[in-house]
């Protein structure tokens, strides 16, 4: 494991849900340490979601991040299969798990490369919004959040 972004991936699982993969993409625009790559696994979502990768596929690209769309046609909740598939596609030493509604701190990726080790897990946790917060979130596309505002649990899972 080298520790810099280009031995990393971050594989990013989703279904159907294109304004929460817009949020997310743009959590990782924003990455203070960028993964070399951004693998989408999609359970056979529809086109929209492929126009919201293709969209933030520049964006991630200028700077230095390669996304990929790996999609199989929607046959039911498949998203281990999906997902196995994006890890067999993934290129990087180091990779990162996430769904596709799970907005990233700023210094997501840099705080998983501070705690790897060769041969061992790395499990996070998240907070949660609440509908309310989730919707205000989705409609201003709000990527940063404080563990003491209103519509947020788990709170506790905020202190790194």
Do not use: K
């Amino acid at each position: 494991m080298s520790g810099t972004h280009g031995a990393t991936s971050l594989i990013i699982t989703t279904y159907n849900r294109p304004d929460a993969l817009d949020v997310v993409l743009t959590s990782v625009a924003a990455q203070s340490l960028a993964p070399r790559e951004v693998v989408i696994a999609d359970d056979g979502s529809t086109a929209h979601t492929a126009s919201v990768i293709r969209d933030h596929a520049a964006t991630l690209g200028a700077i230095g991040m390669a996304v990929r769309h790996v999609w199989h046609p929607d046959r039911g909740f498949r998203a281990a299969e999906i997902r196995n598939r994006a890890l067999a596609d993934a290129a990087g030493d180091y990779v990162l798990l996430i769904d596709g509604d799970c907005v990233l701190h700023q210094h997501f990726v840099r705080t998983h490369l501070a705690f790897a080790r060769v041969g061992t897990l790395v499990q996070g946790t998240r907070v949660l919004l609440d509908e309310t917060r989730t919707r205000g979130a989705i409609v201003g596309r709000e990527t940063r959040f404080s563990a003491f505002e209103r519509g947020v649990s788990n709170r506790a899972n905020a202190v790194s």
